[in-house]
């Protein structure tokens, strides 16, 4: 692991949700299919829009940006979201899920997530599925976090690469 990504990791990990604020979350099972949504738009190519503000290597990208009129625009072709809510890095937030989510397009939540309660808590904030990296995580870890949005129906989107 490259030590960017270990500065952004420990930066997730004191971003983590407290125990209290776990156990005051609403978690209802997600009526909207990430996958499915990938899927049922038969042979035509599944798209994944991105909201991205801003990138380490870019700097900002769309820091003003009008989020709802982006997702309007991504619902028109695309079959999901996918909101980074890393803040530090990429300008992105919980809050611009909940909005993404409050739309109807399955979202997922883009993120260096490494414990079960950001998952959890993409759930509360209405996320389809949440991206797991593997390069951030030990064995064990991913299988927890895989293992904790089966519950809800929300499944992990894990990425890859060496």
């Not at 960017?4 to 997600?30: G, Q, W």
């Not at 909005?99 to 950001?118: G, M, N």
């Not at 949440?130 to 499944?155: F, H, R, T």
């Amino acid at each position: 692991m490259n030590s960017f990504l270990k500065k952004i990791i420990t930066e997730s990990k004191d971003r983590c949700p407290s125990v209290k604020e776990v156990s005051s979350f609403s978690l209802t099972r997600c009526e909207l299919s990430f996958f499915d949504a990938l899927t049922r738009k038969g042979s035509s190519p599944a798209l994944i829009g991105e909201i991205k503000k801003a990138s380490p290597s870019e700097g900002p990208i769309l820091p003003n940006a009008n989020l709802l009129e982006y997702i309007r625009m991504y619902q028109r072709k695309a079959s999901a979201i996918s909101i980074l809510t890393e803040p530090n890095y990429f300008m992105g937030s919980l809050i611009d899920l909940n909005t993404a989510t409050q739309e109807d397009i399955p979202c997922l939540r883009k993120d260096f997530l490494v414990d079960p309660s950001q998952v959890l808590e993409a759930r509360h904030h209405g996320a389809s599925a949440y991206l797991l990296i593997v390069a951030a995580l030990s064995d064990q870890q991913l299988v927890e976090m895989i293992d904790a949005g089966k519950e809800y129906n929300m499944p992990a989107l894990v990425e890859v690469h060496d």
